[in-house]
């Protein structure tokens, strides 16, 4: 027996209802339907006095508390093995609690067995959400930093081996910028717009904007490559790239990025390839994680619940570009 069309118009309006005020919970959005990024309030980061961190024992180090599936956390791993700073900052793993909606810290550390915890212990105000990356130092406990754009720039300059790269040099700071400019708003933020986005209209706006900004970084790349300042390494690459090796398991899937497939940027995806295969940085690609927090945790995008298959990012980056 066929279900009646009034019944069928029915329960998509409420659906539809339900999943706009679903949305709101998730991320809010202005008036036309595009996603607006919630402002948080971080903490301005601070970079101790080498002295305070000379011959501290290796559980007394700076900690950074990171969650494998948040890129902007990834962005600070990615700082730590591309400057081998492992042996100056510790790291603890927070895990993802999506039915309590918080990051677990599986063992304690500091006694917390949370990050809001965590962040209470360490006498954060308490307008401030519990988010990952936090570098904390445990003998003052205090929360040096917690925002990733500033945590970079922080790692960058810390401490460690004297054959550290410095991955922000003074001659590339303009060009730095700019590409900070161009890919937060509309690729780092940008994949978030298109996935979060309320109607037609605004998804289509972002995902115009996002594939507008693949193409000149693709350019960009082809004329002064290999990297997206010229010749060296910088920032610009750390920040952009754990948006793109998610890219085929969760924002084209998830998010809706899949009005172009990345093979169809060359230059990009050997950009992408040639950073995957920089020492330490395979390790801190985890795309079995990646697709059990985004599809688990996201149930407005995903109802059912059902985490598909990850990908084996060693295969999928050391292929070359294959046309279907």
């Given at each position: ?33 595009n ?50 700073l ?11 609690d ?8 599986d ?48 790692l ?29 708003a ?21 995902s ?10 693709n ?27 998610r ?8 998010f ?69």
């Open positions: 027996m066929s279900i009646p069309p009034a019944v069928v118009m029915a329960a998509r309006a409420f659906w539809n209802w339900e999943w706009q005020r679903l949305m709101g919970g998730l991320g809010p959005a202005d008036e036309a339907g996603y607006r990024r919630p402002k948080s309030d971080h903490l301005k980061a601070v970079l101790p006095q080498p002295s305070e961190l000379i011959d501290r024992n290796p559980s007394d180090r700076p900690h950074l508390i990171l969650g494998r599936s948040c890129p902007w956390a990834h962005r600070t791993w990615l700082m730590l093995q591309l400057r081998g492992k042996e100056h900052v510790g790291v603890t793993m927070a895990r993802a999506h039915r309590a909606g918080r990051w677990r810290l063992p304690p550390w500091l006694e917390c067995d949370t990050l809001l915890a965590l962040y209470r212990h360490c006498q954060a105000p308490p307008s401030h959400r519990a988010t990952v990356p936090v570098l904390i130092d445990p003998i003052n406990l205090k929360i040096l930093g917690n925002e990733s754009a500033q945590l970079v720039e922080l960058n300059s810390w401490p460690g081996h004297p054959e550290a790269p410095n991955l922000a040099p003074k001659d590339q700071q303009s060009a730095i910028e700019r590409w900070q400019s161009l890919l937060q509309n690729v780092n933020d940008g994949v978030y717009r298109c996935g979060f986005a309320r109607n037609q209209g605004a998804y289509d706006k972002a115009s904007a996002l594939f507008n900004a693949l193409r000149e970084v350019e960009s790349l082809k004329r002064q490559g290999p990297w997206l300042c010229g010749s060296q390494l910088t920032l610009a690459d750390v920040r952009l790239f754990p948006t793109l090796i890219w085929e398991t969760v924002y084209a899937p998830l809706g990025c899949s009005g172009h497939q990345l093979w169809e940027f060359p230059e990009l995806w050997n950009w992408r390839q040639r950073f995957f295969a920089l020492p330490g940085v395979a390790e801190t690609c985890d795309a079995e994680a990646w697709t059990k927090d985004y599809f688990g945790a996201l149930f407005p995008l995903n109802p059912g619940g059902i985490v598909p298959a990850a990908p084996n990012l060693c295969r999928l980056i050391q292929s070359p570009i294959a046309h279907p």
